[in-house]
């Protein structure tokens, strides 16, 4: 009866938590055009096989199952955007603008900020390749953060591009697709691996470790793509979100052109978000029937919590706004309980109404219904009791009481509680 | 590239439809008092072979994980529940009031209504053994469809108590709990299987048929549970939402005493929703450490979703409810490309206060960016174009425009827009 390792309990307050981090997340979207969609939790493995590339695919939970298809929990989005996107391309108007917020599943070492199963936002803009697409994903992604509550000073995006390094690599002799894909492997690498095995690494391609490390310093004109992305997002108020990083480059196989990542400032946690084009996707998968371009970022719950329980205004914020959409509204005290049955038509009422009603199912002493009341968050404390039918109103922060009639008390509870519905 | 069979793509529309059923699950539980909690998607298989009855095992999605675990999508929900509450049962206020709303696995034959990836909220209450408890959860049950626009003549509940048949069974002789089981299982399908074959299978219990219809027809003084459950449900206003029928068993094994399903009032879908009490479940899962009495119900999406659409109140209600949520507020036009750098400011700007906003990631033709406008569901289109720094207000619904700041732009916008914050 053991939870499995690198998976999730969520209690009360951690499932709270996540709702927070999910809600947020789908009203930022929603500013900005995006529509939510979903798909299967399971898929086949053969999706993943030909897309995603080599490491994704040894972390799959996939499995046989009872029909003997080899099918897997699914690892990420993009394939199953992709698929979707392919078969019914035509029904929806361009540029598509999809998030999605679900769980994913990876078969890895648990470690800070890396589970088995993780939610993950998905935001996806497909059939316009233009840099102001750049720069609304890019933003997308700053106001995300910034609606928990962060700022510049907690996190920045690090932006790269793809096709400067294979401009890069171009101006070292001529290379294919398979030989960028190994050069970038050794770029996202770099600042982890010892320079003497980077070394190693890079002898096949002819190419210095100097030579790559004057390239980062001083890309030169490579990163246009970069500046007019800076001028779009500067003329949104954006300056000090984001910056030039060379060495972004992005594990999975598919990305092309832009590619970006967000850390904390602090550097002391995994990347909170990541993404990029991935332009020849669609083509790929649909063998040449669908040809939309595309750009997308995934943003993990797991570090995204630490980084917000990190930074004293965002956990304020998410504390807050647990509190405010968990409390009672009304808790109802049966003082007598000859009036039990009046009591219930009352809840009933209230709840009818949408007001968050809690009672005693049992029969207990006054005092302790009010430690309930008080226990679940609730402002107010509706007595029935010897005074029926009038009713005792009681306001449990100041302990004002009146008395008010039933019929009076709708009107009086929609003046001063704030609906959520 | 393919769908597995038995599992759903969500594209917006339908995924629309599900965040509908999910967001007014959650509304009504919480008016309830329930919190919602949720654990993880794959449990180990250990944690249902015990205590979920053998048609569920064979039904699971169960694989052996590269660790060497022999684990499973989740099934269902109680199991998870019993060991989380198990674990921590001090850390929580008796009555615990749960909820939870998330995905489901099972391989079964797929058809009407039965998927394999299905969606089920299911709410417990746990440490209450009292009929009030009882009727909680049948009211709950029941203002969760009426919310979504069903009424009384739409569906029931059929209520019956496990308790009875004890009774009943114990008259004809003396039986043990594994003898219940089968018993139970007869009188389950005693509605759908031939009268020879339910006859051939009552006839180890010494059972005719004919009893068992009697006992069916006049139960007699058997059924007080219910009786005093009606008088709760009566108290609010709940009479002909319930009926007695006493065939509703439920299929699980561990449950004791009332149970009770929810129909269609024309029964030609399968059963909306269906639970009861397992007072004994959180003890026999816990080797006696914990006592706790229970009830819960479920309520799956597929049945629901097809209830919903076959009622028009409840489809125009869901309906006005998508697209309240799923418009635009403001769809910013630019009129002048050469002020495309201000209206991205203004883009920025409108989305911090929280308003939807979308605009052209290209050069687009005044005339197709008012379409698109119309297709966004916009409510105000903003033009910036010749009048800079003054701006065009648009309402879309009635043609109207007037000049505005874009100082005095989200006053004016508040003023009108709900926001849903």
């Known amino acids: 009866m053991q939870l499995l390792p690198g998976f ?21 979207a929603r500013r900005y055009g995006f529509v939510e969609f979903d798909g299967p939790m399971l898929e086949t ?43 019914r391309e035509r029904d929806y108007k361009k540029p598509i603008k999809w998030f999605c917020a679900p769980q994913f599943f990876r078969y890895e070492k648990q470690q800070k900020g890396r589970l088995r199963e993780f939610g993950q936002l998905n935001c996806d803009l497909l059939g316009e390749s233009s840099v102001a697409a750049d720069a609304e994903m890019v933003a997308l992604a700053i106001d ?76 030169g004109t490579h990163f246009e793509r970069f500046n007019s992305l800076a001028a779009e997002l500067d003329a949104r108020g954006l300056k000090g979100y984001y910056q030039l990083d060379p060495t972004i480059v992005r594990g999975l196989a598919y990305y092309t052109g832009l590619v970006f990542e967000v850390f904390d400032r602090k550097k002391t946690l995994r990347a909170v978000a990541g993404g990029g084009r991935y332009d020849n996707l669609m083509n790929a998968m649909s063998d040449g029937k669908s040809t939309l371009p595309a750009i997308g970022f995934g943003m993990g719950d797991v570090v995204l919590s630490e980084l917000i329980e990190a930074i004293p205004v965002a956990a304020q914020k998410m504390k807050a706004w647990i509190a405010q959409r968990h409390a009672a509204d009304v808790y109802v005290v049966i003082a007598n309980d000859a009036r039990r049955i009046d009591a219930l038509g009352l809840v009933q009422q209230l709840r009818g109404l949408g007001f968050r009603v809690d009672y005693p199912l049992s029969s207990v002493k006054v005092g302790k219904q009010f430690q309930s009341a008080e226990q679940a968050g609730a402002r107010f404390a509706v007595v029935v009791g010897d005074e029926w039918p009038q009713l005792k109103l009681k306001t449990l922060a100041t302990r004002e009481e009146a008395l008010i009639s039933p019929d009076e008390l709708p009107a ?10």
Not at 180 to 203: H, M, N, T, Y
Request: proline residues 4%; hydrophobic residues 45%.
């Open 8 to 28: 999730r309990d969520f209690y009360p307050e951690d499932c709270a938590r996540r709702n927070y981090i999910v809600a947020t997340w789908r009203e930022v």
């Open 144 to 219: 995300m953060l910034r609606e928990f509550g962060l700022s510049g000073d907690d996190f920045v995006v690090r932006v790269s591009d793809r096709d400067a390094w294979k401009a890069f690599l171009d101006a070292h002799g001529s290379f294919d697709e398979a030989a960028l894909g190994s050069f970038l492997q050794i770029i996202d690498k770099i600042e982890r691996d010892r320079p003497e095995a980077v070394e190693a690494k890079l002898a096949p391609f002819g190419i210095s470790l100097e030579a790559v490390r004057a390239f980062i310093a001083d890309p």
């Open 45 to 87: 493995v053969e999706l993943y096989k030909k897309k995603s590339g080599g490491e994704l695919v040894g972390q799959l939970f996939d499995f046989t199952d009872k029909g003997g298809r080899h099918v897997t929990l699914r690892p990420e989005m993009t394939p199953t955007l992709a698929r979707m996107v392919i078969a």
């Open 412 to 421: 009086r509870l929609t003046s001063v509680v704030h609906k959520t519905v």
